[in-house]
């Protein structure tokens, strides 16, 4: 099995910044990508950015290019969302997600617990 567990997240005003990481532990030779996912209350799941295993060009949603950057440290296998002008409608439950196939968009195999950020305005 694979283990996710994020950290990182917080309050923070508009135009604020906030970085995330990901540690993976366990059988992580499975995973093919990791990424985040975000849910914010009485809304469906997200999409975030997500990045290959192998460093492959990472992949964002429109509402978060230009401001979030995905990376990936493969010493300790952890992942990061760095998260700059953050806006209230970022606020919202960020999820780590990995998967098997090269994108989370595909299929998600592993979830982690989730982490609380938001945004005051």
């Known amino acids: 099995q694979v283990q996710l567990v994020e950290s990182g997240g917080g309050l923070v005003q508009t135009g604020g910044s906030l970085r995330l990481s990901c540690a993976a532990s366990?059988?992580?030779?499975?995973?093919?990508?990791v990424g985040w996912f975000r849910q914010a209350p009485g809304k469906d799941r997200e999409f975030v950015a997500d990045?290959?295993?192998?460093?492959?060009?990472?992949n964002y949603a429109d509402s978060v290019k230009g401001r979030f950057t995905i990376s990936r440290d493969n010493a300790k296998n952890t992942v990061f969302l760095q998260m700059n002008s953050l806006k209230p409608e970022d606020t919202a439950v960020y999820y780590c997600?990995?998967?098997?196939?090269?994108?989370?968009?595909?299929?998600?195999?592993?979830w982690g617990q989730g982490t609380q950020v938001t945004v005051s305005s």
């Open positions: 997600a990995a998967a098997r196939v090269r994108r989370i968009t595909t299929q998600v195999h592993y």
């Open positions: 366990g059988l992580t030779f499975r995973i093919n990508a």
């Open positions: 990045i290959g295993w192998d460093l492959r060009t990472p």
